[in-house]
């Protein structure tokens, strides 16, 4: 518990940054300008709010948000319960403000865990963090899944990108852009039902996800919907080829379409509950 002193402290800190205008991209500048062979960038502050912001960090000068706000309406996996938020403290009763939440691991930006679908693998909070920071590769199959919801990344996407961008490099998080972050605020598109009762979004094909986890050296592969593999599949191949090899994924990913598709680094702060299956995790670009 903060003694009233802290308490006040900290007030009026965040009084005087408030007064200063002064946004956490100012916060973090002043960090990176401390940091060896930084001081030739300048950072400009942006507005806190959007998903993006301006840094000075090593040679990085961006960096990106790529996950959703979670919020009781979020869109989950058919068959989950929604998310539930519930204000246990308040200023008016405790003087402070906190809330308790309940949602399944699998709700919002999140990770899957190899114990996810191979007993006796590893639970999310037992990955290594040198997983966590990883070469982003961005493949890019919106157009297509514009007209066709049951898109798939197939091998010849890995191997097209890979013949603009270069080999993939070691140790690389390879995500999907579908298009498909811009239905989040509409959890019906999102989940894309069919009158078949089967889900129609995009994912990543068993033979993409083969080629990248035997032939290539990834960390782990997200996708922009719901899960690794694409609505429309009668059985999970993709989470098995991927968290089998002990990788891991992340679902629901945001605003793959604001980051290159190549030279961006990802930042994974994955979750760290006994027994992870995987959980909401804070997914960040930095370009
Ligand atoms: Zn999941």
Redesign the pocket.
């Known amino acids: 518990m903060c003694s009233p002193q802290i308490i006040e402290a900290v007030r009026g800190e965040v009084s005087r940054r408030r007064a200063l205008g002064l946004a956490g991209a100012a916060v973090a500048a002043g960090f990176a300008s401390r940091l060896p062979g930084a001081a030739a960038q300048t950072a400009t502050p942006v507005a806190a709010g959007g998903g993006g912001a301006t840094i000075a960090l090593g040679s990085y000068t961006q960096v990106q948000d790529l996950t959703h706000t979670i919020t009781p309406e979020t869109p989950v996996?058919p068959g989950y319960p929604q998310p539930e938020f519930e204000t246990v403290r308040n200023f008016d009763e405790h003087g402070f403000y906190a809330q308790m939440l309940s949602y399944v691991?699998?709700t919002g930006t999140?990770?899957?865990a190899p114990a996810?679908f191979v007993e006796g693998l590893a639970f999310a909070n037992e990955l290594p963090v040198a997983q966590f920071l990883a070469p982003l590769a961005v493949i890019d199959i919106s157009e297509r899944a514009a007209s066709d919801p049951d898109a798939q990344v197939m091998p010849d996407d890995v191997l097209a990108w890979e013949s603009e961008h270069g080999a993939l490099p070691a140790g690389v998080f390879v995500a999907m852009n579908s298009g498909w972050a811009a239905r989040i605020d509409d959890p019906e598109a999102f989940i894309n039902m069919g009158d078949d009762d089967a889900l129609h979004f995009p994912g990543f094909h068993p033979d993409a996800t083969a080629l990248l986890v035997e032939e290539r050296d990834v960390v782990g592969i997200g996708v922009d919907t719901l899960?690794?593999d694409y609505g429309a599949a009668t059985s999970f191949d993709t989470h098995v080829i991927l968290l089998g090899a002990g990788k891991y994924?992340l679902?629901g990913l945001a605003a793959l379409d604001a980051v290159p598709a190549a030279g961006g680094l990802v930042i994974v702060g994955g979750p760290k509950f006994q027994n992870a299956s995987?959980g909401p995790s804070r997914v960040m670009a930095l370009y």
């Open positions: 996996f691991e699998h999140h990770m899957d996810h899960s690794l994924g679902e995987g």
